[in-house]
T-cell receptor, first 117, second 113 residues
Framework: AQKVTQAQTEISVVEKEDVTLDCVYETRDTTYYLFWYKQPPSGELVFLIRRNSFDEQNEISGRYSWNFQKSTSSFNFTITASQVVDSAVYFCALSDYRSGGSYIPTFGRGTSLIVHP | SQTIHQWPATLVQPVGSPLSLECTVEGTSNPNLYWYRQAAGRGLQLLFYSVGIGQISSEVPQNLSASRPQDRQFILSSKKLLLSDSGFYLC????????????FGSGTRLTVV
């Protein structure tokens, strides 16, 4: 069965520090998709990135970067020079095939990031 | 552009009362639709998903049910709420069966008292 593990429950950093959020997944499928979402205090989930299992290129978007390694089944997220506005809960998710032709996402339990000024 | 609407934003209901939460999507057709619950501890639990009108898949047997009476409408219901039904309920949609991306509504915070 599919599984997503975010071992870090809470991370506390001081502004301008770099921080990496870990995500480890399990799936038997060869085709799957990985996601990161941000949940600010307002509650709504904000999409950050999507990766498919055939694309292991790392991606950088401003201060955000993602490291996808199939060999270790990991999809880690790094924030460079963190800011107070980065404080939120971050979710990693895995979407793989279910019967009926649908890809259904499974979410990790989330990592709460607190950035202190 | 596509938008997703979810209401109400907050709800306080007594134990044993019925529940109806509604989610609608605009700007697309035949979306995949999902209901998630986020209880204390922050994890997102998939409750139901639907790939078409009248097609509902349940992930977790419980006190809740879902229906999809129209293509872009997804309803979460209960006949009698339990205290354990309290939580933050999120509706989401995706554009195709491969579900390459998911867009979430703003959520409903339900407190059962």
């Amino acid at each position: 069965a599919q599984k997503v593990t975010q071992a870090q429950t809470e991370i506390s950093v001081v502004e301008k520090e770099d921080v990496t959020l870990d995500c480890v997944y399990e799936t038997r499928d060869t085709t799957y998709y990985l996601f990161w979402y941000k949940q600010p205090p307002s509650g709504e989930l904000v999409f950050l990135i999507r990766r498919n299992s055939f694309d292991e290129q790392n991606e950088i978007s401003g201060r955000y970067s993602w490291n996808f390694q199939k060999s270790t089944s990991s999809f880690n997220f790094t924030i460079t020079a963190s800011q107070v506005v980065d404080s939120a809960v971050y979710f990693c998710a895995l979407s793989d095939y279910r019967s009926g032709g649908s890809y259904i996402p499974t979410f990790g339990r989330g990592t709460s990031l607190i950035v202190h000024p | 552009s596509q938008t997703i609407h979810q209401w109400p934003a907050t709800l306080v209901q007594p134990v044993g009362s019925p529940l109806s939460l509604e989610c609608t999507v605009e700007g697309t057709s035949n979306p995949n639709l999902y209901w998630y619950r986020q209880a204390a501890g922050r994890g997102l639990q998939l409750l139901f998903y639907s790939v078409g009108i009248g097609q509902i898949s349940s992930e977790v047997p419980q006190n809740l049910s879902a229906s999809r009476p129209q293509d872009r409408q997804f309803i979460l219901s209960s006949k009698k709420l339990l205290l354990s039904d309290s939580g933050f309920y999120l509706c989401a949609w995706s554009v195709d069966r491969a579900a390459r991306g998911y867009t979430f509504g703003s959520g409903t915070r339900l407190t059962v008292v």
